[in-house]
Structures are given as C-alpha cells and as structure tokens.
C-alpha cells in the first residue's frame, strides 16, 4: 500500500525517545520529510546521526522546550523554515506524574496545563490554517488510554489529556472538509524508557524485580504483553497517510485491548 507520505512534512514533538521517535523513524521510512522537535540538541542530533544517510538528509530539527511561553511560534518557525510547510503534526508531550487526586494543587496543574496543553493548542491552530489552505493535513494528537478508562493513579494526565481530547474533537469537526483530519491516539503500556523507568521505580520501593512488578499491568492486557514503540508508530502512519483520509475525530486505541469498554 502507498501510503503517500514521501511529499509530506511531519513534525514530530518529543522525539527525542520513545513514542516520538519510533513515530519520526517510521515516517522517515515512509519517505516523509521530519523534523524533530525536544528540547535536548545532543539527543536530538544523536538521533539525527544514527540515520541512514538518505533519512539523515530529509531530517530537520526544531529545538524548543514546551514549557516556555513562546514554543508553539517557536517551532513552527523553526520547523517550516528547514523542512517547508508542516503537512503532518504528531503532538506528543512530557509523562505526568502520579498521585491521589486530593493532593494535585492548583500550581502544579497550572504549570503542567501551561506546559502539555496551552502550546499543543496554540501549535496545532498555528499550523492548520495552511493544511487547510492546501486542501490537506494530519493532525495525531497522543493521548492515553486513561482517557477512556481512568488510570486511578494519574489523575493529573486523566484530567489534561481529556481536555486535549475535548479541544481535538472539536476542531476535527471544523476542518474534516477541508481534507484535514484531526485523531487521538490512545496508546495503553507501550514498552519505552519511560514505561521501563515506571516499573523500576516501583521494584526499588516494593523490593521485586522491574520484570516482576510489569506481570500485574501485563496480566490484564488481553495481548499479554506491553505493545513495543514500532508497532505504536506504525498505527500512528497510517493514521498520517492518504489512506487514511476518511478517519476523522477518532480516539484510537493502540493497547493491546487493555482498554475494557466498548
Ligand atoms: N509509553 C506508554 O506506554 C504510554 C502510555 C500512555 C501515555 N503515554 C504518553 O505518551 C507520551 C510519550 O510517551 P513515552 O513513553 O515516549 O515518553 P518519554 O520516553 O518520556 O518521551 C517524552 C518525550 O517528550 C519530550 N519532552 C518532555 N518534556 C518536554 C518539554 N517540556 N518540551 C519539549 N519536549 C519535551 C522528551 O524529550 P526531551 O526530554 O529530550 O526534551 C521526549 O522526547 C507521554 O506523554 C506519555 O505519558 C505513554
């Protein structure tokens, strides 16, 4: 299948590791032109380096942390001026942290809304004006499967992720016509650096090896297993394709059949 992503433009945020960077290589491997955006130049260029060097060439980076109040101008500048007109947007973001719901202060929320909500935003409006002038765009917003079914000690991503979702599902019903389509992505436990580090963290605190605190999480995932970054990017691909250009305002799932409802 063609997936007529070798004239397109992606930008990629947070993909510096994991989920962002499988999603960069695989669409570098789909023939698209990335860009890369994070906020370390020495990961960044790190991945840049390991490419082969036809990708090496068709790869851009657009420096930027998402915390600063300037970054959603920032990197669309940065990217467009390389890589031409962003046809593909893969909004992805820093992990929250964990808690009870009663001990998120209001700080903490302001500063993590302000950091993985406000630029997503202002990016994704930023570059949908010109998708929607040229008739056509991807816009993969990642998520989690929290969104769906509540993880109970993330509330803090249940809550912010679900306005991402409220915004995403708004928009895509703006500009669906114009050829532009708007997805979440949901992924459930996706074997990265951060889910690995999860998982050490709490065999440090319990006393168990990581490999013995991920049977829990593993023994509900119908797949019996956490899902790896490379089948992850290949759904979000496809999701950035032509081919999939009757999918629009969609939360889809990529966990294995964690995610128990319908
Ligand atoms: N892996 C899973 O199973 C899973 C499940 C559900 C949801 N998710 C969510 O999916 C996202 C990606 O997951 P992951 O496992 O790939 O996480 P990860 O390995 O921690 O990667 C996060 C990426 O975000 C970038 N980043 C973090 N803070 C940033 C900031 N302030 N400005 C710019 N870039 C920033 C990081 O780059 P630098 O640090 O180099 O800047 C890194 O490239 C996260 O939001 C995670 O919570 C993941």
């Known amino acids: 299948m063609d997936l007529g992503t070798h004239d ?25 032109r990335v860009t890369l955006s994070g906020r370390s130049p020495e990961r960044l260029e790190a991945v840049r380096a390991a490419l082969p060097a036809v990708q090496r060439a068709s790869c851009f980076i657009a420096l930027a ?26 909004n992805n973001t820093c992990g929250l942290p964990p808690g009870k719901p009663s001990a998120i ?7 993590y809304f302000s950091s993985m909500v406000t630029p997503v935003i202002a990016l994704t409006l930023n570059l949908i004006a010109g998708m929607r002038m040229r008739g056509w765009g991807r816009v993969l917003t990642i998520a989690s499967s929290g969104v769906v079914q509540l993880i ?16 995403m599902k708004s928009l895509s019903g703006e500009v669906a016509a114009a050829g532009v389509t708007i997805n979440l992505v949901l992924p459930g436990r ?17 006393g168990k090896s990581a490999d ?12 019996g ?23 629009a305002g969609g939360l889809v799932r990529i966990d294995g059949g964690a995610i128990r409802s319908v």
């Open 8 to 32: 397109k433009h992606a930008l990629v945020l947070g993909a510096s590791q994991g989920l962002g960077l499988a999603t960069a290589q695989a669409l570098l491997t789909e023939g698209a």
């Open 65 to 90: 942390d998402l915390a600063e109040a300037d970054a959603a101008a920032v990197i669309s500048a940065r990217a467009q001026e390389r890589g031409g007109p962003v046809d593909i947007l893969v």
């Open 105 to 111: 202060t209001s700080e903490a929320m302001a500063s």
């Open 152 to 167: 109970t000690h993330l509330p803090m991503s249940n809550a912010l992720r679900s306005t991402l979702v409220g915004f």
């Open 190 to 206: 996706i074997a990265t650096g951060r889910t690995r580090s999860i998982d050490a963290a709490q065999a440090l605190t319990s």
């Open 212 to 223: 013995e605190i991920a049977k829990a999480p593993t023994a509900i995932i119908p797949a």
């Open 225 to 247: 297993r956490y899902g790896t970054p490379e089948e992850f990017a290949a759904a979000v691909t496809f999701l950035a394709s032509s081919q999939a250009s009757y999918m």
